[in-house]
């Protein structure tokens, strides 16, 4: 069976590859676009419940528009749904991507310019040229230097990356510093450190090696409950973006146990070692 939030196929259409794989009035190859606003929800129908997010700068292969909405998928994780067609615009070869949690873009290259937009952690963004202490992007603003790194670099220590979102507010379906949930925080963890991740928790117990249970626990690894995930700092504490907290926090794992199987959420499913 297809899991339908990877399979770019909605009735009316999909994509060329799924011909003899699914039914659909049509198939298309798609367009390549991509997010020219800060973030864009991924939503399961026009004006439908968030399911994910995309950032300034990531792809989306677009099968169809309808109704002011864009219907495709994602390049980051082959996620499928809907985007408003007015946050995307022609997509370009990106050449750094944002590795600060937050950033702006200025006007001119100068530190009391006014900024006219922020960018968060995980944005893609094509350099044209270098001035001072910036790069000009392909937007015609500037950014700061150090907030950016080459497309093709990445960390060592997801927890390291996780870390930058701390405090962030908890939001379903979120992404960035602005608000994100526990499967997004431990995919843009892994993601900046080269491991590839799926969208939702209940897919990334792909991601890794198993940990025998009797085995202690380390900085990196990733544990899994019915709907939930976080990675640990270390062999007794977890960080992870929690409805608890409303807010990615740290946490003692031990406690996140009691309280998971206390609500109903049940033990821990999966404990996953990643190869970095």
Same mark, same amino acid.
């Given at each position: 069976?297809?899991?339908?939030?990877?399979?770019?196929?909605?009735?009316?259409?999909?994509?060329?590859?799924?011909?003899?794989?699914?039914?659909?009035?049509?198939?298309?190859?798609?367009?390549?676009?991509?997010?020219?606003?800060?973030?864009?929800?991924?939503?399961? &129908?026009?004006?439908?419940?968030?399911?994910?997010? #995309?950032? @300034? +700068?990531?792809?989306?292969? =677009? $099968?169809?528009?309808? /109704?002011?909405?864009?219907?495709?998928?994602?390049?980051?994780?082959?996620?499928?749904?809907?985007?408003?067609?007015?946050?995307?615009?022609?997509?370009?070869?990106?050449?750094?991507?944002?590795?600060?949690?937050?950033?702006?873009?200025?006007?001119?290259? &100068?530190?009391?310019?006014?900024?006219?937009?922020? #960018?968060? @952690? +995980?944005?893609?963004?094509? =350099? $044209?040229?270098?001035? /001072?202490?910036?790069?000009?992007?392909?937007?015609?603003?500037?950014?700061?230097?150090?907030?950016?790194?080459?497309?093709?670099?990445?960390?060592?220590?997801?927890?390291?990356?996780?870390?930058?979102?701390?405090?962030?507010?908890?939001?379903?379906?979120?992404?960035?510093?602005?608000?994100?949930?526990?499967?997004?925080?431990?995919?843009?963890?892994?993601?900046?450190?080269?491991?590839?991740?799926?969208?939702?928790?209940?897919?990334?117990?792909?991601?890794?090696?198993?940990?025998?249970?009797?085995?202690?626990?380390q900085r990196n690894d990733v544990i899994f409950w019915k709907g939930h995930v976080g990675l640990m700092s270390n062999a007794t504490t977890l960080l992870h973006a929690n409805a608890t907290h409303m807010a990615v926090a740290y946490e003692p794992l031990d406690e996140?146990?009691?309280?998971?199987?206390?609500?109903?959420?049940?033990?821990?499913?999966?404990?996953?070692?990643?190869?970095?």
């Amino acid at each position: 069976m297809t899991d339908q939030r990877v399979t770019p196929a909605n009735g009316r259409v999909a994509h060329t590859s799924l011909q003899g794989v699914v039914q659909a009035d049509r198939f298309v190859e798609g367009r390549w676009m991509m997010v020219q606003q800060p973030m864009a929800n991924i939503t399961d &129908e026009p004006r439908g419940k968030r399911l994910s997010q #995309l950032l @300034f +700068g990531e792809r989306f292969l =677009v $099968l169809e528009s309808i /109704d002011g909405f864009a219907f495709g998928q994602a390049e980051r994780d082959g996620h499928v749904g809907y985007i408003i067609s007015g946050a995307l615009t022609g997509a370009e070869d990106a050449t750094h991507w944002v590795i600060a949690p937050a950033t702006h873009l200025y006007p001119k290259p &100068e530190l009391k310019a006014p900024p006219e937009v922020a #960018l968060f @952690f +995980g944005s893609h963004i094509k =350099v $044209l040229r270098e001035r /001072d202490d910036y790069f000009r992007i392909h937007t015609g603003h500037f950014i700061p230097k150090q907030h950016v790194m080459p497309l093709r670099a990445r960390f060592s220590d997801p927890v390291g990356v996780a870390d930058l979102m701390l405090g962030t507010p908890y939001l379903w379906g979120g992404v960035s510093r602005w608000g994100i949930d526990c499967s997004g925080l431990v995919q843009s963890a892994l993601i900046a450190c080269g491991i590839d991740c799926p969208r939702d928790s209940d897919q990334q117990v792909v991601v890794g090696e198993e940990v025998p249970e009797n085995a202690p626990l380390q900085r990196n690894d990733v544990i899994f409950w019915k709907g939930h995930v976080g990675l640990m700092s270390n062999a007794t504490t977890l960080l992870h973006a929690n409805a608890t907290h409303m807010a990615v926090a740290y946490e003692p794992l031990d406690e996140v146990v009691a309280r998971m199987e206390a609500a109903g959420d049940g033990p821990i499913t999966h404990r996953r070692r990643v190869t970095l």
